[in-house]
């Protein structure tokens, strides 16, 4: 990603173009908000509290697993319309910057 790309500053901002895409989002923001504000105290601490719910979203399971995030984004970005993907760049974009900037590791 170019340096000057906007990375989402919250989840909610990041989720907030696929929200039709996943019926439960507004559900998942709250409780991957609040996971995220316990893992970051209790066991990431340098990293913000916004990466963990961040991180937390994505792995959150749903039933059936056709509704969880991760299912529906990768489902996107397997397809080969390429506009599938384009709600999705938020979400992408806070992923990467976790990742990129090497904050998971101590």
């Not at 994505?58 to 384009?86: C, I, W």
């Amino acid at each position: 990603f170019p340096a000057d790309l906007r990375v989402p500053t919250t989840l909610a901002a990041a989720i907030a173009p696929v929200m039709a895409f996943l019926p439960t989002a507004a559900r998942l923001i709250k409780m991957a908000e609040k996971h995220g504000r316990k893992t970051h105290k209790k066991s990431f601490p340098h990293i913000s509290a916004e990466l963990c719910a961040c991180l937390t979203f994505y792995t959150m399971e749903e039933t059936p697993k056709e509704n969880s995030p991760y299912f529906v984004m990768n489902k996107a970005l397997r397809a080969q319309d390429r506009a599938l993907v384009r709600p999705w760049r938020e979400r992408r974009r806070a992923m990467a910057s976790t990742f990129r900037l090497r904050r998971l590791t101590t």
